[in-house]
């Protein structure tokens, strides 16, 4: 019998590598992707007023990826504006996966790995006039974009992918609140409200009636207290920001942070709930 069962609520994608990490600690895993990643195309009047960038930050895995696919596309425009920058990413997962597309790429943090600790380091601080490129998804936070602003860089933004929503996976839902030692994996406040959502849609009727449109998140998780979120032993989220949004929502059950946003750090945060 397994020790503990995951809701990997990650992109298909990127589901299968933790997958294998939780059957390596005894555990069991069932995909139920709350949101899927699109890939975006550019235009060139993003660069038209600026040659090249003396630094390029990548925010996400995803970030990396999706900027890797459109060089690809665009060798002559992207070799030009980037040819001296110097890559950085926020996280340890951002970093890898710029290491294996051939970046040339390094982290500031030394133990946390967010916005907030990247931004406090005195690489970030010193930014005055140059030229920043910021690679990101649709609608992420502007914290870098604002900060670095304000400290005199000329910051220029490139969207290259963009979160949507999956259809609910509700028989992998009522199979994990089944089985053993049940944990949620969030990995961003998307995909958390994403969840929200799609278990008020769906389980509608059967909390009275009630229009789940109209109704504040806080009481619509209080709504689903007992039939659902007391049957889960805890969360594992990526960062103490999705944490306090779930307390202050009314979550109320555990929630273990990951200590580095990786495949091997979630599956650490993961081992609170199997001791």
């Not at 630094?55 to 060798?75: E, M, P, Q």
């Not at 007391?230 to 200590?259: F, H, P, T, Y």
């Amino acid at each position: 019998m397994s020790k503990f069962t995951l809701l990997n609520t990650r992109p298909s994608h990127q589901a299968n590598v933790l997958n294998e990490l939780v059957l390596q600690q005894g555990g069991q895993s069932i995909n139920c992707p709350t949101m899927q990643i699109e890939w975006l195309d550019w235009t060139l009047t993003l660069f038209k007023n600026t040659t090249s960038f003396d630094k390029t930050i990548f925010v996400s895995a995803n970030a990396v990826s999706g900027f890797d696919r459109l060089r690809k596309n665009h060798t002559d425009c992207f070799d030009s504006a980037f040819n001296q920058t110097q890559y950085y990413a926020i996280g340890q997962a951002t970093k890898k996966k710029g290491l294996e597309l051939g970046f040339n790429i390094e982290t500031l943090s030394v133990q946390k790995f967010d916005s907030e600790h990247f931004l406090a380091h005195p690489q970030m601080q010193r930014v005055y006039g140059q030229n920043i490129a910021l690679i990101k998804g649709v609608n992420g936070r502007t914290l870098i974009e604002e900060t670095l602003s304000q400290r005199g860089a000329n910051v220029v933004t490139l969207d290259v992918y963009k979160r949507s929503s999956m259809p609910f996976c509700i028989q992998e839902w009522q199979r994990f609140l089944e089985s053993t030692n049940p944990v949620l994996l969030i990995t961003s406040l998307g995909s958390w409200q994403r969840l929200i959502d799609s278990i008020a849609e769906h389980y509608g009727l059967i909390l009275n009636s009630v229009d789940m449109d109209f109704q504040p998140p806080k009481i619509v998780i209080e709504l689903m207290q007992y039939d659902f979120w007391l049957k889960i032993c805890g969360a594992v989220v990526m960062s103490q920001r999705i944490a306090d949004v779930m307390v202050e929502q009314g979550w109320k059950r555990s929630i273990s942070v990951v200590n580095t946003q990786t495949n091997q750090g979630i599956a650490e945060a993961i081992q609170m709930y199997t001791r």
